[in-house]
């Protein structure tokens, strides 16, 4: 083979510089996809599964001093968060709640945070003032914890309006990551 031949095929099979540098952009994105849904189904593998199942029981005191039972909810969709008032995350995503509930109706979505591991009242008052919560805000307990299989802050689960689990998530969420999730069930 002449130095010639070497050359034509050896640049006939290399890339041109700027589509290397974008089918490498392209497969570092993809490698980031890969590793946050990996980290993200690895985190949920211990909530309640989200294959529609009937959510469990939810009643509790509200900050308010009423009650709030999700059995008579009725037929709306439902988000329920779980924060805990010293969760750095908690706090930066509660934001996205109130601004969550200014986007859908109540009548078309109950938004629901439970407070979990809190000490007083005052301090999960505190809380809610200071993130101008807009949502019923309920004192949870350890039993409730339990039941919904809540192990990190935030933990939240969408339901859809027979109150069965359509999607979860734990960590911080975006709005439009709490809206996308609760507008493809209603």
Request: charge should be neutral; proline fraction near 3%; include cysteine.
């Amino acid at each position: 083979m002449s130095k010639s031949d070497t050359s034509a095929s050896s640049s006939a099979t290399s890339l041109p510089s700027g589509w290397r540098k974008y089918s490498s952009l392209l497969l570092n994105a993809v490698l980031l996809l890969i590793a946050f849904f990996g980290v993200s189904a690895f985190q949920a593998r211990g909530m309640l599964s989200a294959d529609r199942q009937s959510a469990p029981d939810l009643r509790a005191e509200t900050l308010q001093g009423t009650y709030f039972d999700l059995a008579e909810v009725g037929d709306r969709a439902t988000l329920v968060y779980f924060f805990a008032p010293w969760c750095t995350y908690c706090a930066l995503s509660s934001d996205n709640l109130v601004r969550l509930r200014r986007l859908r109706d109540e009548s078309d979505l109950q938004i629901v945070a439970v407070a979990l591991d809190w000490k007083t009242v005052a301090e999960v008052s505190d809380y809610a003032q200071k993130h101008e919560l807009n949502i019923p805000v309920l004192l949870g307990d350890a039993n409730i914890m339990r039941e919904w299989k809540v192990y990190g802050f935030p933990t939240y689960y969408v339901l859809d309006s027979k109150q069965q689990v359509t999607k979860r998530d734990i960590g911080y969420s975006t709005q439009l990551g709490l809206w996308w999730r609760s507008w493809i069930i209603s």
